[in-house]
């Protein structure tokens, strides 16, 4: 948008400058200003302009909309028990407009005889493991390892919503992921396409490991 600014800023100067020519000169000279000064200018707003309405996502054109129209959504809520906890995954929409903001989210919630249990995970007990389908690409989730603890109350879900992560540049990553990935980071949204989402709570009660996982999928066209 600064770019906008500052050129309509330039438009209103070179405007404020002619008129004031205007009064000391002909209108032979004026014209030849307006020609010449302001006419290059303004084609260079329009160009800006159309360029902002356009698609922030470049990678959009990699996808057939004939076959995204074709891949059937399986689930938006998966549920999971295990002993004495049950994980939870949901996405809010089976579709999801290009630009949109897509909503996750895991859960977890603890089902046994305690009043609480304290729980011990990374930075956070969820992971998020996303894959586009039609053009192969992993949207892998990075966690930091750091320890952290937190008491899940009987009956009592605690719930976290995905916010955008990836991992890219890693060595054996296919042609074109590399600008998926930056492109899915620098906008927001998702990219067209059809995704699907292996989620899971990973966490350890009294030494006991615990990795409970679920799947959901949708459709951003």
């Given at each position: 948008m600064f770019e906008y600014y500052l050129l309509f800023?330039?438009?209103?100067?070179?405007?404020?400058?002619?008129?004031?020519?205007?009064?000391?000169?002909?209108n032979l000279e004026v014209e030849c200003i307006r020609k010449y000064?302001?006419?290059?200018?303004t084609i260079l707003l329009i160009f800006l302009a159309g360029c902002g309405s356009?698609?922030?996502?470049?990678?959009?054109?990699?996808v057939d909309s004939s076959e995204l129209a074709d891949q059937e959504?399986?689930?938006t809520?998966?549920?999971t028990t295990q002993d004495d906890f049950i994980f939870r995954l949901s996405s809010e929409k089976e579709q999801y407009e290009s630009g949109e903001e897509v909503e996750l989210y895991g859960e977890?919630?603890?089902?046994g005889e305690e009043d609480e249990v304290t729980i011990s995970h990374a930075e956070t007990p969820f992971r998020f493991s996303i894959k586009e389908e039609m053009r192969g690409y992993e949207i892998g989730y990075?966690?930091?390892e750091i320890g952290m603890s937190r008491s899940l109350t009987r009956e009592e879900p605690y719930q976290e919503k995905y916010e955008k992560n990836a991992v890219s540049g890693l060595a054996d990553s296919p042609e074109g992921h590399e600008a998926f990935v930056e492109a899915f980071l620098d906008h927001d949204g998702f990219p067209v396409g059809y995704y699907v989402v292996n989620g899971a709570a990973s966490f350890a009660v009294d030494g006991e490991r615990y990795e409970i996982e679920g799947e959901v999928d949708f459709k951003v066209e």
């Open positions: 800023s330039l438009y209103e100067l070179f405007h404020g400058t002619i008129n004031t020519y205007n009064i000391k000169k002909s000064a302001l006419q290059p200018l356009s698609d922030p996502f470049d990678v959009n054109e990699s959504i399986t689930q809520n998966d549920e977890i919630e603890y089902i990075a966690v930091s």
